[in-house]
């Protein structure tokens, strides 16, 4: 049972509720969550254009079963500062119907959408007790592109701090800042980056 929840642990972020969320608006089928997920971490938001919305975590035991939820009340969460867009994960999604804005570098807008769970990355030597994800201590050698434009974009690379590029202080990822204490790498646009 352990075994099946933690080889696959999926986020969705959604402005729409979980039923809907996946049914495009062009007569198909529901897409649907791959048999092997075991978790989901669902936030969802009122509207498109909603910087908060609530956080919740489901688990099943094995494929087809229903989904149960692990906490009782749902965790308040900060979207983009101009809501959700669509995001490229792992469902298809509907770009440009209805009038549902399309994830774009600097848009301001969390990306929408399934999307598989990759490295947790963190200040401290090792990921909190009951961590199941890979985990990666940053230090001052640590990267994050963000820059389309840049040929390792929405990748983690290391640089030397002592011969920094010029794009480094934009990029690194050890800000010193309690808010980046732990980040989550959620896999929108990663398979390939776009």
């Known amino acids: 049972m352990a075994d099946f929840r933690s080889r696959r642990s999926f986020?969705?972020?959604?402005?729409?509720?979980?039923?809907?969320?996946?049914?495009?608006?062009?007569?198909?089928?529901?897409?649907?969550?791959?048999?092997?997920?075991?978790?989901?971490?669902?936030?969802?938001?009122?509207?498109?254009?909603?910087?908060?919305?609530?956080?919740?975590?489901?688990?099943?035991?094995?494929?087809?079963?229903?989904?149960?939820?692990?906490?009782?009340?749902?965790?308040?969460?900060?979207?983009?500062?101009?809501?959700?867009?669509?995001?490229?994960?792992?469902?298809?999604?509907?770009?440009?119907?209805?009038?549902?804005?399309?994830k774009r570098e600097r848009d301001l807008r969390a990306p929408a959408g399934l999307f598989r769970i990759g490295m947790l990355f963190g200040y401290a030597p090792k990921a909190p007790a009951g961590v199941a994800n890979p985990f990666y201590q940053i230090t001052a050698r640590d990267c994050w592109i963000d820059d389309p434009a840049h040929a390792a974009y929405n990748r983690h690379i290391v640089v030397d701090p002592r011969n920094p590029p010029p794009w480094y202080e934009k990029q690194r990822m050890k800000l010193g800042d309690f808010a980046y204490e732990f980040l989550l790498e959620i896999r929108h646009n990663a398979d390939p980056p776009v």
């Open 11 to 102: 986020i969705r972020l959604s402005g729409l509720s979980l039923a809907g969320a996946f049914t495009s608006s062009a007569q198909q089928s529901p897409a649907r969550v791959p048999d092997a997920v075991g978790q989901l971490i669902v936030a969802v938001a009122d509207t498109w254009n909603s910087q908060k919305g609530r956080l919740m975590v489901y688990e099943r035991t094995a494929p087809g079963e229903a989904w149960q939820p692990t906490q009782n009340k749902p965790v308040p969460v900060l979207f983009g500062k101009s809501g959700l867009a669509w995001g490229n994960g792992v469902l298809p999604v509907p770009h440009g119907q209805g009038g549902v804005p399309s």
